[in-house]
């Protein structure tokens, strides 16, 4: 795998709009494309090989808003995408897989109801991956804003004997604030757990992603990158 191969561009959908927000927080939305079925398009064009779809809408509300959107772009492109944001029942995770997606990511239902997240995971074996958002060192659920009492490895090691993919871990502080990626989290969770680990959060060069990808042997898979993106921080086209 190569570096570009390493990136996944980010789309975070908000309002049918694709945005970045600043630290999670939900008023914070900048606006990047008023039509995310052509930025999708446009990444798979640059030459991206994933893509993450974030439903910022149904993150804050506790399920999905934007399935006509995610539809819309899974039909529009070849390559796969991986969806997260409001994914708190079977059902909500059965409607996205019917749309076409390759992964779903989910976090907040697998602390709050680890009956039904058992429940996803065994009918969607090797589809499910577990996100680990984090602010200051514990677990936070609920898009971002109700943290729990588990650091993220334990976390992580609740769910790393059964069927899950693997893992996208966020650091809270630095997402949307291209202060570059918390590399020693990461790389502590990818060196304690035995599936892959998509790292994601404050991505503000090249060189943050340069000093993931030496880790990738330990078990970082990927980036999730964002904002770095839009703005220009990265040549993705160029790479």
């Known amino acids: 795998m190569g570096i570009k191969d390493f990136i996944i561009p980010a789309i975070d959908l908000q309002d049918g709009k694709a945005v970045r927000l600043y630290k999670g927080e939900k008023n914070s939305a900048k606006v990047y494309s008023e039509d995310p079925v052509l930025t999708a398009k446009s990444w798979e064009k640059k030459g991206a090989k994933y893509l993450h779809i974030v439903d910022l809408d149904g993150a804050f509300e506790g399920k999905p808003k934007n399935y006509k959107i995610v539809e819309k772009i899974v039909n529009s492109i070849s390559i796969p995408v991986e969806f997260g944001g409001g994914l708190r029942n079977f059902e909500a995770v059965e409607t996205m897989f019917k749309l076409g997606v390759d992964r779903v990511v989910i976090g907040s239902l697998a602390y709050q109801n680890e009956r039904e997240f058992m429940k996803i995971v065994e009918k969607f074996p090797n589809k499910v991956v577990l996100g680990i958002d984090a602010k200051d060192g514990k677990v936070a659920i609920k898009g971002w804003v109700e943290k729990t009492e588990y650091t993220p490895l334990e976390f992580a090691k609740k769910y ?72 220009k921080k990265i040549d993705f086209e160029n790479l």
């Open 160 to 231: 790393q004997k059964y069927n899950i993919w693997g893992y996208l871990y966020t650091d809270i502080n630095r997402d949307g604030a291209l202060t570059g990626v918390n590399i020693e989290t990461t790389k502590k969770l990818a060196e304690n757990l035995e599936k892959p680990v998509i790292a994601s959060g404050g991505v503000s060069s090249l060189e943050d992603i340069k000093a993931l990808y030496q880790l990738k042997d330990y078990g970082i898979y990927g980036v999730v990158v964002g904002k770095a993106l839009y703005e």
